[in-house]
């Protein structure tokens, strides 16, 4: 069956949104530089975006972490499958997600990422869904607050599709 795409929020609205976030991270972190950490694979496309529009000097890492559970819904246990490259002590950190849903990914994450010495973390993420939120995460800085609906795009997949559409969609069955 081909699922038909809605559009929640276009391209441009995307990416205007994304330059004006830029601007105030040049803001936040005039004269340092910027310890980037995306999660894979999902923040991917909106690090790149936000990152080529920054001044600020930024480094780059990864890491994955997959919550048991397919489809839309997780179980809430947080794995890690693949850690940092490289040490974050005395770094100024930013996490980069997609979403924030249930906020286990996050909270797991900033937890974790807290305990290795960074000389700041904070939380960054292209979209938020509060209507679903089990643990409190704090935001930094927020791209789009939307409803509870299962979103694709812009790095956001299902079962690992529409990752590349350059917009924020829903499925229309
Ligand atoms: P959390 O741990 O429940 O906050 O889940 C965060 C992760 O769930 C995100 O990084 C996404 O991978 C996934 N996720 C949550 N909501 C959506 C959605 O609407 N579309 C696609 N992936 C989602
Ligand atoms: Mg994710």
New binding site residues.
């Given amino acids: 069956m081909k699922e038909k795409i809605g559009v929640l929020i276009s391209e441009d609205k995307v990416n205007a949104r994304i330059a004006e976030m830029a601007q105030a991270l040049d803001k936040e972190y005039e004269g340092k530089t910027v310890h980037m950490i995306g999660?894979l694979?999902?923040?991917v496309f909106f690090m790149c975006e936000l990152t080529r529009r920054m001044k600020t000097p930024v480094t780059l890492d990864f890491m994955s972490?997959s919550?048991y559970g397919n489809g839309?819904s997780?179980s809430?246990i947080?794995k890690l499958s693949k850690d940092l490259d490289e040490s974050i002590e005395g770094k100024d950190v930013i996490i980069v997600?997609?979403?924030?849903?249930?906020?286990?990914?996050?909270?797991?994450l900033v937890e974790m990422l807290g305990s290795r010495k960074p000389a700041s973390i904070k939380v960054i993420t292209l979209?938020d869904?509060p209507e679903?939120?089990?643990?409190p995460?704090d935001l930094y800085m927020t791209g789009f607050t939307?409803p509870d609906?299962?979103?694709?795009g812009y790095g956001?997949?299902?079962a690992q599709k529409y990752r590349n559409l350059p917009y924020i969609g829903v499925i229309e069955q």
Avoid: A, H, N
């Fill in positions: 999660i694979k999902g923040s972490v919550s839309t997780s809430g947080v997600e997609d979403i924030l849903d249930s906020g286990r990914t996050l909270s797991y979209l869904k679903r939120r089990v643990i995460v939307i609906r299962f979103v694709v956001l997949d299902c």
